[in-house]
C-alpha cells in the first residue's frame, strides 16, 4: 500500500511497483477505490467498475465503482432482513433507514471495506497492490478493523447471552428446539472476515505500508503525524520513498534564479528528510519531464524505483 497526502505520487507508484512485479512474472493486481478514476487514466484504459482488467501479461487493474458497490451493498442488507426475519416486505422505517445510511460516509467505507476484504480473501494473485485515497481516508479504513473487531465481539457476547435467556424460556414454554440464530452467525462471519483481513492487514511479512514524501515542509510535518497514528493501529510501515526530487545535474548548468532558489530549498529539506527518517528512506525518486502516464512512462518511473529489471 502506497500513503500519503494527495497528489504526492501514490497512484504513479502503485502503477510503477504492479509493472514492475508483473516483469518479473509476478501475477499483480493494483486496485482503487478512489473515485478519481485515477487508475484509468494512468494506464490510459478505461477499466471503472469492469473489475481485474489484465494491461500486460501478469498486470491486472481494477477500479471499484463506490456508488454501485454502496447500492449493491444495501440491497444484500435488505436480502439479509428478508431471510432472518422471514419478511417479504422491508418494513418502511427500516427501508428509510437503509436509504438515510447510504448518505453517510460510514456507509461507503464499510462498502468498500468489504470489497476490499473480498478481493484480498479470495486470492487468485501473487502480489496485491493497494491504491488508497488520501491519508485521512486510509487511516479510518485501517482502524476500522480493530473497532469493528471490538464492536462485533460485545454484539457477540450479547446475542449470546440473550440465547441462553431464550432457551431457557424455550424450556419453560414447552416448546421446540430454537431455530439456529441466524444474526448471530451473520456477525461470527463478519467477525471471521474481518479478523482474517486485519491479520493480512498488520502482518509485516504479508503487507507493506509506504509513505510518498516530497522534499517540502508541509509534507514532512504531515506525514510524521500520520506515520505516529499509523504506529498506534500496528499498521506496518515499512519505509519512506522520496518522489519529485529535482535532477542534481541542473545545479552545474546556467539555469535561473527561480530554478536555483528551487534547488536550494529542496537540498535543504532533503537534509531535513534525512535527519528525520534516516534509514527508513528506501528510494528518492526524479520529477520527470513529464506527468506519468501510459506504459513507457510507468516502465521509466518502474526503473526509477527499483533499478534495472
Ligand atoms: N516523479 C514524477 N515526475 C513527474 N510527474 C510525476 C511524478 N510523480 C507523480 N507525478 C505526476 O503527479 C500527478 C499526481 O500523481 P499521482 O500518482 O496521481 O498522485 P496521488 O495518487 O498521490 O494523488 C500525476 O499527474 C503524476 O503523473
Ligand atoms: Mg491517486
Redesign the pocket.
Given at each position: 500500500m502506497?500513503g500519503?497526502?494527495?497528489?504526492?505520487?501514490?497512484?504513479?507508484?502503485?502503477?510503477a511497483t504492479a509493472y514492475y512485479l508483473a516483469k518479473r512474472g509476478k501475477k499483480v493486481l493494483v486496485f482503487s477505490v478512489?473515485p478519481?478514476a485515477?487508475l484509468t487514466?494512468?494506464f490510459e484504459r478505461d477499466i471503472f467498475g469492469k473489475g481485474p482488467t489484465e494491461i500486460i501479461p501478469n498486470l491486472y487493474a481494477q477500479e471499484i465503482d463506490a456508488d454501485r458497490r454502496v447500492k449493491e451493498y444495501q440491497q444484500e442488507i435488505r436480502q439479509k432482513i428478508f431471510d432472518m426475519y422471514g419478511m417479504d416486505k422491508i418494513p418502511e422505517e427500516i427501508e428509510s433507514y437503509i436509504q438515510a445510511a447510504a448518505a453517510e460516509p460510514a456507509m461507503e467505507e464499510s462498502a468498500i471495506f468489504d470489497e476490499v476484504v473480498d478481493i484480498v480473501v479470495k486470492g487468485g494473485y501473487d502480489y496485491y497492490i493497494y491504491?488508497l485515497v488520501?491519508l485521512g481516508h486510509a487511516l479510518y479504513y485501517l482502524s476500522m478493523a480493530s473497532v469493528y473487531d471490538a464492536w462485533i465481539d460485545k454484539i457477540t457476547g450479547l446475542r449470546e447471552q440473550m440465547r441462553e435467556y431464550d432457551q431457557v424460556a424455550a424450556v419453560i414454554r414447552r416448546e421446540k428446539e430454537l431455530d439456529e440464530d441466524a444474526i448471530l452467525n451473520e456477525l461470527l462471519y463478519i467477525k471471521d472476515r474481518i479478523n482474517k483481513s486485519s491479520s493480512i492487514l498488520t502482518d509485516k511479512k504479508k503487507t507493506a505500508f509506504f509513505f510518498?514524501i516530497t522534499a517540502e515542509e508541509m509534507i514532512i510535518k504531515d506525514t510524521l503525524k500520520a506515520a505516529e497514528l499509523f504506529a498506534k493501529f500496528d499498521v506496518p510501515l515499512s519505509g519512506y520513498i522520496i518522489?519529485?526530487?529535482l535532477p542534481s545535474e541542473l545545479k552545474h548548468q546556467n539555469i535561473p534564479e527561480y530554478l536555483k532558489n528551487r534547488l536550494t530549498m529542496e537540498e535543504h529539506y532533503l537534509k531535513v528528510i534525512d535527519t528525520t527518517f534516516g534509514k527508513q528512506i528506501l528510494a528518492s525518486?526524479?520529477?520527470?519531464?513529464?506527468?506519468?502516464?501510459g506504459l513507457p512512462?510507468i516502465e521509466k518511473?518502474a526503473m526509477?524505483m527499483f533499478g534495472e529489471f
Open positions: 502506497f500519503g497526502k494527495g497528489g504526492l505520487g501514490k497512484t504513479t507508484f502503485s502503477a478512489d478519481q485515477s487514466d494512468i491504491d488520501p510518498v518522489n519529485r526530487v525518486v526524479p520529477e520527470m519531464e513529464r506527468d506519468v502516464t512512462m518511473m526509477a
